[in-house]
């Protein structure tokens, strides 16, 4: 089994400055990797798949990169609105089970 | 975009049984694979269980298999999740989830999600 690990668990940052999450698979899931945003009481929203695209509507201070074995994904000016947990998840795999990290909350400093 | 609602959760007792609803929006409902994932409280996201957009094949994790049934009904544009001999530890939020995938190329990971419905095992 795959296990996502992502880093930090926590993140401080200020609004208007740029948010750097890590997400780390134990082996390669090639560009299989997904980024979803999950607000206080609310669904998880996806945010990103095939490791660097946007999915429908969201906003293009969102980016992700990175193949293999190490992801990032970057906000690069933090709105009051980004304020969530970001899980993300590898899709390489079949089934799903045991396909996300642990989460990274991004709170406000 | 499809929106789902859940329904059905609830207060069981442990070896208890419930059936969770979901309801979908659009006509496109069988169109596509639909999942369950679970959400303990104040904890990550667990995928429980997978069924194919016409419910020919269905998949479970683990710590479900044998206990939890999902099927659909494309017609009434519905999906369930049947739960049996419930434990402490399946407490959480349930949401449907429909595939990011079209038809028989299911992708395995989330597009839309339910809002959930909240389900507690409890003595």
């Known amino acids: 089994e795959v296990v996502m690990t992502q880093s930090p668990a926590t993140l401080s940052v200020s609004p208007g400055e740029r948010a750097t999450l890590s997400c780390r698979a134990s082996?390669?899931?090639?560009?299989?990797l997904v980024w979803y945003q999950q607000k206080p009481g609310q669904a998880p929203r996806l945010l990103m798949y095939?490791?660097?695209t946007r999915a429908t509507g969201i906003p293009a201070r969102f980016s992700g990169s990175g193949s293999g074995t190490e992801f990032t994904l970057t906000i690069s000016s933090l709105q009051s609105e980004d304020f969530a947990v970001y899980y993300c998840?590898?899709?390489?795999?079949?089934?799903?089970?045991?396909?996300f990290g642990q989460g990274t909350k991004v709170e406000i400093k | 975009q499809m929106q789902l609602v859940e329904s059905g959760g609830g207060v069981v007792q442990p070896g208890g049984s419930l059936r969770l609803s979901c309801a979908a929006s659009?006509?496109?409902?069988?169109?596509?694979?639909m999942h369950w994932v679970r959400q303990a409280p104040d904890k990550g996201l667990e995928w429980l269980a997978f069924?194919?957009?016409?419910?020919?094949?269905?998949d479970y994790a683990d710590s479900v298999k044998g206990r939890f049934s999902i099927s659909r009904d494309n017609s009434k544009r519905m999906l369930y999740l049947q739960m049996h001999s419930l434990r402490f530890e399946d407490t959480g939020v349930y949401h449907c989830?429909?595939?990011?995938?079209?038809?028989?190329?299911?992708?395995?990971?989330?597009?839309?999600w339910g809002q959930g419905t909240l389900v507690i095992v409890s003595s």
């Open positions: 659009e006509p496109t409902f069988g169109n596509y694979a």
């Open positions: 989830a429909n595939d990011f995938g079209f038809k028989e190329r299911p992708l395995g990971y989330f597009d839309n």
């Open positions: 069924t194919r957009f016409d419910g020919s094949i269905k």
């Open positions: 998840q590898q899709s390489d795999n079949w089934p799903p089970e045991g396909t």
């Open positions: 095939s490791a660097s």
């Open positions: 082996q390669s899931v090639r560009s299989n």
